[in-house]
């Protein structure tokens, strides 16, 4: 069953310099329980299509479009019910735990807050709550007396999941909930994500820069490039035979999850990702494509069917698929 539906969804930040169009027409399904990946270089759209599911954009920001979350017009919602989805039905965890807790309070008192805030909990069921959510994430209960500061980075996370966790949501967003953290860590708060959204039946839109680690934890993943998405499909597959050439210098930049070396020497992938405020005419990889043909600098290729239950944006799959529909998905 499909809990979360976009449709041709963009936003734009309006500056004082102009528009930066941050996401352009993306449309993805998830199905209830299942996880889907996210990836693609920083500046992609990745965290803004991240806000704009619970519409958390700054002021200024347009977004356009359509987002149901369990058939639910998200742009529709009353700021009441909006509040309301945000802490019972969805939470999201975002990169560098550092920052999500205040240094000056307990934790188990911030993992509590929101039960007790919300009237899920009288203080003392909070309490055994919090204790069951440092159990489920593989902290001891006592670290309910301690400050953020007398945890490490990796400690320091799984108290965000633990936050994330408090009201039961039925989808958690992770946003590069490990970038931050060393390599053997992060394999280890990665493997708990996986196992916690499994055990609960939760759905996860996890977001990344490396495509090994989304491969890893999730069932689909979604290639962004310049707000745009350029590939889509089963997990393994797009890892491990993308077709479109962004997503296949992704994968190459990134061969195996946990694995120092390819972090240090990247490889596949040369140049920096654009401006959005100065985007490449055509396709807008094709300044950095290495099988750019004469007339992608003129063509803006919508995503084709690629294989069953996969979608790639390029030329060349076009040209493999020349009967089929154009945005067909399977
Ligand atoms: N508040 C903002 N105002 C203006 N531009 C923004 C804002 N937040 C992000 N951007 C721009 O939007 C684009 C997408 O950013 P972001 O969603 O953070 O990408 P990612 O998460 O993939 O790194 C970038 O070009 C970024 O500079
Ligand atoms: S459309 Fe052209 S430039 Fe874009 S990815 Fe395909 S080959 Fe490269
Ligand atoms: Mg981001």
């Known amino acids: 069953m499909t809990f979360l539906e976009l449709d041709d969804v963009s936003v734009t930040y309006r500056i004082a310099a102009g528009e930066v169009p941050a996401v352009r027409g993306v449309s993805l399904s998830l199905d209830a329980g299942a996880a889907l990946g996210v990836a693609g270089e920083s500046g992609s759209g990745k965290s803004t299509l991240a806000m704009a ?59 509590a807050e929101p039960l007790l805030v919300h009237g899920l909990a009288r203080p003392e069921a909070a309490r055994g709550r919090v204790a069951e959510l440092l159990e489920q994430v593989g902290l001891p209960t006592w670290r309910a007396r301690s400050y953020p500061h007398e945890l490490s980075g990796g400690q320091r996370q799984r108290v965000m999941i633990a936050m994330a966790l408090a009201c039961s949501p039925r989808l958690i967003i992770a946003d590069e ?88 020497a990247p490889r596949g992938l040369g140049g ?5 405020m100065r985007l490449p005419s055509g396709c807008s990889f094709h300044p950095r494509c290495p099988v750019a043909r004469e007339e992608c600098p003129t063509l803006d290729v919508e995503l084709w069917p690629a294989g069953a239950g996969r979608r790639a944006a390029c030329v060349h799959v076009r040209e493999q698929s020349p009967a089929a529909t154009k945005g067909e998905t399977s």
């Not at 149901?68 to 735990?97: C, H, N, P, T, Y």
């Not at 920096?272 to 959005?276: L, S």
Request: charge should be negative.
């Open 53 to 111: 599911l619970l519409r958390l954009l700054p002021r200024g920001a347009r977004l356009g479009g359509r987002i149901l979350l369990d058939g639910e017009d998200v742009l529709a919602m009353k700021w009441g019910r909006l509040r309301a989805v945000r802490w019972a039905e969805a939470s999201i965890v975002f990169q560098g735990a550092q920052h999500g807790l205040n240094p000056v309070r307990r934790i188990g008192d911030q993992i």
């Open 272 to 276: 920096d990702p654009p401006d959005p």
């Open 177 to 264: 909930p490990t970038t931050a953290l060393d390599v053997m860590v992060q394999a280890q708060v990665l493997t708990l994500i996986k196992q916690l959204v499994a055990e609960n039946g939760i759905s996860l839109i996890m977001i990344s820069h490396d495509l090994s680690v989304l491969a890893d934890v999730c069932d689909q993943l979604a290639v962004m490039y310049a707000g745009r998405l350029v590939e889509h499909g089963p997990a393994g597959e797009v890892f491990h035979e993308a077709r479109h050439p962004y997503s296949q210098a992704l994968a190459a930049a990134f061969p195996t999850v946990g694995d120092p070396a390819s972090r240090l």
